[in-house]
């Protein structure tokens, strides 16, 4: 029996971007100086679609509805797990062209007490081709809003790094009081030759004008304790930081990357991702890295990550 919802499209919204949007994006994630292909032109779009100017979160998400599934609060969601599937890199701009992101539910599960999982696959498309550019998988938590009778779902496959084995590389992003305000303003696309970079960017000046990260309530309601950085901040700055220590930042050599979101980032956390190469390289060149981030106290804040990469000039330990 498939799952309440599940097959749900919601209705295509047009997306756009301008090479500004992406420079701005990658300078919220801390891209370096000597990588000037990313600083010097490319974008995020499922939260910023066509919008020039700042926009009412809690609105936008009150507009959500999915067949079969009791009215959830969006207000109180958070990101669960998501995975990027870059099929071909978008043009710097989207100037000229008509790019819609397309959104459809895959399933929705009751997890009890703690809460309920949406899981959606979103795709941007160019309209007029029907081209695919690329997918991205999600699951959203919203938490304590289980126990309305539904499936608990499917388990999610592991990805754990190699036991007893040291990384192959490791980066370190160090964030500040103010990363949650820079980058909720840059947006979500994932682009050109930044594939993952402007994929990622469609949500945020980046458009994801959450308070959550912003302001303490929000937080504090859900249990956090207080402000806390965009999920998808780590998830892109870890992204980053593999294709910088192993791709020779360049953004052709990134094909998949997913992690799940294991615990909240506050702002003056210090990430570090250890990254293992799995060792089995596929005749196109990609191979499997797995990766784990953890904050200054060593806990996991990005967990089962995997992505697939071509490496450059890199040795395994394996």
């Not at 919802?5 to 090479?19: D, I, L, R």
Request: glycine share 10%; with cysteine; charged share 20%.
């Amino acid at each position: 029996m498939s799952a309440p919802g599940a097959g749900h499209e919601f209705p295509a919204k047009a997306v756009s971007w301008q090479k500004r949007d992406v420079l701005l994006f990658a300078n919220s994630i801390g891209v370096k100086a000597d990588e000037l292909q990313f600083l010097y032109v490319r974008p995020l779009l499922s939260f910023k679609l066509t919008d020039q100017e700042v926009t009412d979160f809690y609105a936008r998400q009150q507009a959500v509805h999915i067949p079969g599934v009791p009215k959830l609060d969006h207000r109180h969601g958070v990101d669960g797990q998501r995975k990027l599937t870059v099929l071909k890199p978008l043009p710097p701009t989207s100037a000229g062209r008509s790019f819609e992101l397309r959104n459809k539910v895959i399933g929705v599960y009751d997890k009890g007490k703690p809460g309920t999982v949406i899981e959606t696959e979103q795709s941007i498309v160019d309209k007029d081709s029907g081209e695919v550019y690329n997918k991205v998988l999600s699951s959203g938590f919203l938490v304590g809003q289980g126990n309305w009778g539904g499936p608990k779902g499917p388990s999610t496959v592991n990805f754990p790094p190699p036991e007893g084995k040291g990384p192959d590389a490791v980066h370190v992003v160090q964030s500040n009081m103010e990363t949650a305000h820079l980058y909720r303003f840059v947006i979500h696309l994932s682009t050109v030759h930044f594939d993952w970079l402007t994929l990622t960017r469609c949500h945020s000046l980046n458009g994801d004008y959450n308070p959550l990260h912003a302001t303490p309530e929000p937080g504090q309601k859900m249990g956090f304790g207080g402000i806390i950085i965009h999920g998808l901040f780590s998830w892109n700055s870890a992204a980053h930081g593999i294709l910088r220590e192993l791709g020779g930042s360049n953004p052709t050599n990134l094909k998949e990357f997913q992690a799940r979101f294991a615990s909240p980032v506050r702002p003056g956390d210090k990430l570090t991702t250890e990254i293992w190469r799995m060792g089995n390289a596929q005749p196109d060149g990609f191979e499997e890295i797995r990766f784990v981030t953890k904050n200054q106290n060593g806990k996991v804040v990005l967990s089962n990550g995997r992505c697939l990469l071509k490496v450059v000039g890199a040795k395994s330990k394996l």
